[in-house]
Every structure is written in structure tokens, then in C-alpha cells.
């Protein structure tokens, strides 16, 4: 297996890495007592009691870490464009909103071990000097707001949260923050609107929320798996994160395999890891079946075939590709699927999602689902097919860079990129008789039942 | 039908708005505290939720309006959300969606009839990615995780639910109604944190491997990060 981490020592370097994961298998993980026994909250203590602010801000841009909620802005720098001069308050807002379809990382994390998150609050909060820092975690997650909420609590009565934190005269406080379901809140002006209880609907920018965010105060949004790997970096070192990845890549990352494989599930891997190698670790495609398309990071990342599967999962790679590597949330769907039924599913829901205030996405996510939902029942003649595939590119070239913020844009990638790989499979949808598939076929259970594939 | 907000669920409501340094931001959970006392989203909850946040009921039924977990019309005790979403619906939660509409004779957002001898009643809606593609098809109950669902096990699941026998959520506790499921996330605890796995098995598939392999993250080299 082709090895992506470059390690001092020399032995062979390990293809899977479990940092964030490592403690998920312990007895009672999400405990504060399990957390501590497995070396938790030590990089708290060190910070606190010998380093600045500035020196973790340091760290973590030393280490090359890169938002993992989508885009892959550098975490350090967003922390060190927050004015220090400026008096209001500072905030730092956690973004575990996690609704991209196919994105299932953050949710597990905080239910495993919601500690590693709470310690990543309370050293990216001082190190940006914040009092005050919120947990927004989607609604539809009870369990998980429950665990949140519990090691808040055990981390309160710790002395981890409140004032003069293990004497160093630090204070924060911390609060976990259910929403109520709209995948829009997990923009970042959008959250914030909506942790001020209002409409989430994105904001202007600038100013961008480092000056002017939560309470049009200095504020820092990070994604739950950005905010939990900073412990790991006070406590190990910026060399140690960066010893991991590729040259622009940095460090360790959670994968999420889900869909036809034979093992779908976590996967913490140094980024530049392949497709290739990851279905192999886990037994590959379900049997009798091969790949057909998938995501690399989520719906809103354009679709990839089998020609892909030797591309480095990194950054700049995925980019190369015409994709990008997005949440790197891995969904997998082999030949039984009509990628067409695929494509229109997640319009669908970016139509649904849409929180109307612009127009090139409101009207523009509609007009495809029209179309989308014509085309695969088979509703156009076939001599008008080529005419209807230029109208949704048409129709995404409206959207795209026209639309108020990013969900627009993504709404655009499965459509876009699957006319560009499966021009025929759409147009035969019009041969007579709508989707040629059948979609018994592609259910979990198909292969146990035995139906016809 | 619903209970008024007696003097402890306002008190409770202005505690929510004490959580926060602008009150306002206290509205999302207020609401989600509204149902779990109304069953729903009343006028009544718009009121007095807008009268401690000092806003017009207007601005407050704007929010609410906007939030697919907020309901106008009551849900069952155990409202049954199947994650249609693509990963899951290709994966069977299409199936499974059919199966159920059909078993409980309801369509989208509603809920089913209570029968002679029911000791409690189910609603069903259908729901987008809900972060459990690993575990598809998806069954979500009262927003706990009923992972790897099939249409035999999830008719199954609302007939238990219906007949009052306990089911316990596979990556959770015993399953609560409703509205118990909304005060937690109005921000008071239950108690149940401890119930349940720390992680489901498919979230540990990577971890296993490694752990098989020998694998692991690299050591800290002496003298750095320390
Ligand atoms: C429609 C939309 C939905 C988003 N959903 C999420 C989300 O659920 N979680 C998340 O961390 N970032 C999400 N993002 C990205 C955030 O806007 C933001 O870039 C991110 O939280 C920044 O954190 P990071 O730098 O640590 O990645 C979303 C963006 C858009 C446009
Ligand atoms: S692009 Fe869509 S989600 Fe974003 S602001 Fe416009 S209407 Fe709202
Ligand atoms: S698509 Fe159903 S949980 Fe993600």
C-alpha cells in the first residue's frame, strides 16, 4: 500500500492514524473520567499554566491545519485576523450544525468523546481571547445533545469552564445550543443569525465575522473536527501534526465511507490518502459489484467516477480533479444506481433547503427539480435531449457565482458534473418508459434477498 | 388540547434567555421548550415568548415558521422521521418510506390513527441527511438513531412503538416521547447521557483496522511539543 505520511523513525508508517477516534473504543469514552485517564485535558493544564494565547495561535498555524467544515480555510490565520484591539468581546462559535448529505463524522465524534471537542473550545477560546464560546449543534441529534450537555457539566465542575480556570485568572464559559433543523444554519453568517434567534439566513460580507460576527462582535467559527484537533497539537506539537499528510495537506483527517461498500464507516487516515487504498482496508465494493460514482466531500462537491480512484484525497489533488475535497464525506453507489434519481434526490433538497433570499438560487434550485423530475420519468422526447441537458447547464451557469452564498453553487455540482460523466445514461431516459433502473437493486438488502441485479 | 404554559414553564423559559449574553438568543430553544409543555408550536407560546424576549410575535412566529423541527400541528408521541436523503434513499429508505405510509395509511407529516388498545401514536414525516450515512437506511424516532433499517424491521419498530412496548434506540437509550425529547433539547437534562454506546460499529470500522494492523498516529519525536 502506497504510504502519504512521512514519519522520523524510518519503520513503516502507519496507512490509518487514529487520533480523534482513538478513544472511541474505550469503556465509557464520553466520560470525563475515561477522557482524563487517557491522557484528556493534560494540554489544557500546559497551556494554561506556560503558554500565551499567541503561542497556541503559533502552533496551530505552524501545523498547517485547514477547516475541516468544507472550505479548508487555514485555522490559524482565521484566528489571528481577530483585532485584539477591537473592545467588544470576543466569540468562538463551533459549527457542529453537520448536515452536508453524506457528511457523518462530527456527530459520532461528539458522541464518543465529546471532551476532545469541550478541551479544543477552551484552548482555541483562550487562545483568541474569548470569555464565551457556543456549541451550535443541529436539533435532529438527541443523544448527542445530551452527551454535550453532560461533559459541559463534568468539565464546569472540573474547573476546566468558569472563572480562573485551574487559578491561571482565565474565564470562559460555554454553551451547548440546539437548533431546530435547516441545513442553510450551517453557513456561517447563517449560524450566527441564527444562535441571535433569528431566521437563518446568510449575511452580507464583509465585514466577515472575524470583526463584525456573533453580536456584531470578533468571533471565530470552526468546524467541530477543525476545534477538536487542537488539543492534539498543543499536546504533541506542530512538527508531530505536520509530520503527517502531503506538502500543502496537512496532518490527520477523518474519512467517511457510506453506500455500496462492504464496510462503510470511519476512517482516520493522513490526507492523501486514495480512494483506492480505503475501500481496500475495508474489503471493497459490496460483492459482485463495481463503483460506478461517488462524492468526495459531500453532495455539494462534484460528482467522481473509477478514473479517480488513484487520486491523493488532499486538497489540492481533489481540486486538480475538478472536485474538491470538501467534508470528505465518501459516498459510495455502484452500477445498480441511476445516477439521475441520485442527481435529482439531492436537488431536491437543495430546493427545499433553499432559504429563498436570493433569487438565482430559489428560482434556479426549482427550475431544475422541474426538469430533473421530467427528464427521468422520460418525459421529454427523445430528439429534445441534447436541447434539455444544455438547459440545466444553462440553468447552473445562472446559479453558479450569481448565487448569494455557497449553497447555491453547491446545489450545482451533482448536476453539472453528472452531465459531464453520464451524458448517456440521462439521455436514455428518454428511450421510452422514464429510469431504466431498478431500484430494488441498489437497497442494502438486495444482495441478501438475492434480487435480480 | 394543549396545556397553557403554567408559571414554572415561564420561569424556565426566562432561564433560557438568562443562558445567553443577548436574550434573543435564547428563542430556538424557548420554542423547542414551548412544544415539549404544547405538543406544538402554539400562539399562545409565540406570545410569551416574545413578550420575555421584548419582540414582536410577529418576529417570533417568522422564526418559527422557518425551522422544519418546529410544528404547527401536533405530532404522535413518537414521530418517526425516515432519511430519504440520496445515500439513504438509493440504500432502501425509499422502500422503507413506502412501506410505512403504507402500514400506518398516513402521507407525509402526519399522524397515523390512534387504534383500539394503541397505547401510543406515531407520526411520520420523511427527513434529510441526518449524519448517519454509515449506518443507512436511516430511521430516525423522536430524534434518537434506529441505524440499518429494512421495511420488515422498521414496521416492526412502529408497532412496538404503537403497542407501548419499549424500544431502545441503537446508538442511544430506551426511547422517550416527544415531547421529553424536546425539553432536552430546550437545554434540561434527562439524565440519560450515560445510556447507550459510545459509538455505533460502523463508526469504529477504521479504529478496528488499525488496531489489527498495529497501526497508530506517529509518536511525539523527544523534545518537541513538550
Ligand atoms: C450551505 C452550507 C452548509 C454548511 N454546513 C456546514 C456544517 O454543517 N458544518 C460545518 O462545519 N461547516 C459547514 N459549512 C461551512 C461553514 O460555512 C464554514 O466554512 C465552516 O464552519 C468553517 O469552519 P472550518 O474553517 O473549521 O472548516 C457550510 C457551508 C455552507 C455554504
Ligand atoms: S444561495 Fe440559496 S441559501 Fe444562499 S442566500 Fe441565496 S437563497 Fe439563501
Ligand atoms: S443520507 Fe441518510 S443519514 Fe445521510
Known amino acids: ?453 | 388540547m394543549s396545556e397553557a404554559l403554567d408559571s414554572k414553564a415561564i420561569e424556565e423559559l426566562r432561564q433560557i434567555a438568562g443562558r445567553y449574553p443577548q436574550a434573543r438568543s435564547g428563542l430556538l430553544p424557548m420554542l423547542h421548550l414551548v412544544q415539549s409543555v404544547q405538543g406544538r408550536i402554539t400562539p399562545e407560546g409565540i406570545e410569551t415568548c416574545a413578550e420575555i424576549l421584548g419582540i414582536s410575535a410577529a418576529e417570533v412566529s417568522g422564526v418559527a415558521t422557518f425551522y422544519t423541527m418546529y410544528k404547527r400541528r401536533p405530532v404522535g408521541d413518537y414521530h418517526v422521521g425516515v432519511c430519504t436523503n440520496t445515500l439513504c434513499a438509493v440504500m432502501g429508505g425509499d422502500a422503507i418510506f413506502e412501506r410505512l405510509k403504507d402500514h400506518l395509511g398516513v402521507g407525509n407529516d402526519e399522524v397515523a390513527d390512534e387504534r383500539a388498545g394503541d397505547k401510543a401514536t406515531v407520526s411520520l414525516e420523511h427527513v434529510e441527511c441526518n449524519a448517519a450515512c454509515d449506518f443507512a437506511p436511516v430511521v430516525m424516532v423522536n430524534w434518537e438513531f434506529m441505524d440499518n433499517q429494512t421495511p420488515e424491521s422498521a414496521t416492526q419498530l412502529v408497532d412496538d412503538l404503537r403497542a407501548g412496548t419499549p424500544v431502545q434506540s441503537t446508538r442511544g437509550p430506551r426511547l422517550c416521547t416527544w415531547r421529553e425529547a424536546e425539553r432536552v433539547l430546550a437545554g434540561f437534562e434527562d439524565g440519560l447521557a450515560d445510556e447507550g454506546p459510545a459509538a455505533g460499529p460502523a463508526s469504529l470500522v477504521g479504529l478496528e483496522i488499525a488496531r489489527e494492523q498495529g497501526w497508530t498516529a506517529p509518536a511525539t519525536a523527544p523534545g518537541k511539543g513538550e
Open chain 1, 1 to 453: 500500500m502506497v504510504s502519504t505520511s512521512s514519519t522520523d523513525g524510518g519503520a513503516a508508517p502507519s496507512t490509518l492514524t487514529p487520533v480523534l477516534t482513538d478513544n472511541w473504543d474505550a469503556e465509557r469514552s464520553w466520560t470525563l473520567a475515561a477522557y482524563e485517564a487517557g491522557g484528556g485535558y493534560a494540554a489544557l493544564r500546559k497551556a494554561l499554566s506556560t503558554l500565551q494565547p499567541d503561542e497556541i495561535i503559533t502552533m496551530v498555524k505552524d501545523s498547517g491545519l485547514r477547516g475541516r467544515g468544507g472550505a479548508g480555510f487555514p485555522t490559524g490565520m482565521k484566528w489571528s485576523f481577530i483585532p485584539q484591539d477591537n473592545p467588544n468581546p470576543k466569540y468562538l462559535v463551533v459549527n457542529a450544525d453537520e448536515s452536508e448529505p453524506g457528511t457523518c463524522k462530527d456527530i459520532p465524534l461528539m458522541m464518543a468523546s465529546p471532551h476532545t471537542l469541550v478541551e479544543g473550545v477552551i484552548l482555541s477560546s483562550y487562545a483568541i481571547r474569548a470569555n464565551h464560546a457556543f456549541i451550535y449543534v443541529r436539533g435532529e441529534v438527541l443523544h448527542v445533545v445530551r452527551r454535550l450537555r453532560a461533559a459541559v457539566r463534568e468539565a464546569y465542575d472540573a474547573g476546566h469552564l468558569g472563572k480562573d480556570i485551574h487559578g491561571s485568572g482565565y474565564d470562559l464559559d460555554l454553551v451547548i445550543h440546539a437548533g431546530a433543523g435547516a441545513y442553510i444554519c450551517g453557513e456561517e453568517t447563517a449560524l450566527l443569525d441564527s444562535l441571535e434567534g433569528r431566521r437563518g439566513q446568510p449575511r452580507l460580507r464583509p465585514p466577515f465575522p472575524a470583526v463584525a460576527g456573533l453580536y456584531a462582535s470578533p468571533t471565530v467559527i470552526n468546524n467541530v473536527e477543525s476545534i477538536s484537533s487542537v488539543p492534539s497539537i498543543v499536546a504533541n506539537g506542530a512538527d508531530w501534526f505536520a509530520s503527517m499528510g502531503t506538502e500543502k495537506s496537512k496532518g490527520y483527517v477523518i474519512y467517511s465511507l457510506s453506500g455500496h461498500v462492504k464496510r462503510p464507516g470511519q476512517y482516520e487516515a493522513p490526507l492523501g490518502i486514495t480512494l483506492r487504498e480505503l475501500l481496500d482496508l475495508g474489503g471493497g465494493m459490496r460483492d459482485g459489484h463495481e463503483l460506478k460514482f461517488w462524492t468526495p466531500g459531500g453532495s455539494s462537491t462534484p460528482l467522481l467516477t473509477p478514473e479517480h480512484l488513484d487520486m491523493p484525497l488532499d486538497y489540492e489533488s481533489v481540486g486538480a480533479a475538478g472536485s474538491m475535497l470538501g467534508t470528505r464525506a465518501l459516498q459510495i453507489f455502484d452500477e445498480t444506481t441511476c445516477v439521475v434519481r441520485a442527481v435529482l434526490r439531492w436537488l431536491e433538497f437543495y430546493k427545499h433547503e433553499s432559504c429563498g433570499k436570493c433569487t438565482p438560487c430559489r428560482e434556479g434550485t426549482w427550475w431544475l427539480v422541474q426538469n430533473l423530475a421530467k427528464l427521468e420519468k422520460g418525459e421529454f422526447r427523445r430528439d429534445e435531449g441534447e436541447q434539455i441537458l444544455d438547459l440545466l447547464l444553462d440553468q447552473c451557469d445562472n446559479i453558479l457565482g450569481r448565487a448569494f452564498c455557497a449553497l447555491g453553487d453547491g446545489a450545482t455540482s451533482p448536476v453539472t458534473s453528472s452531465v459531464q460523466y453520464f451524458r448517456d445514461e440521462y439521455l436514455a431516459h428518454l428511450d421510452g418508459g422514464g429510469c431504466p433502473f431498478d431500484p430494488a437493486a441498489s437497497t442494502a438488502w438486495a444482495v441478501r434477498e438475492g434480487v435480480k441485479q
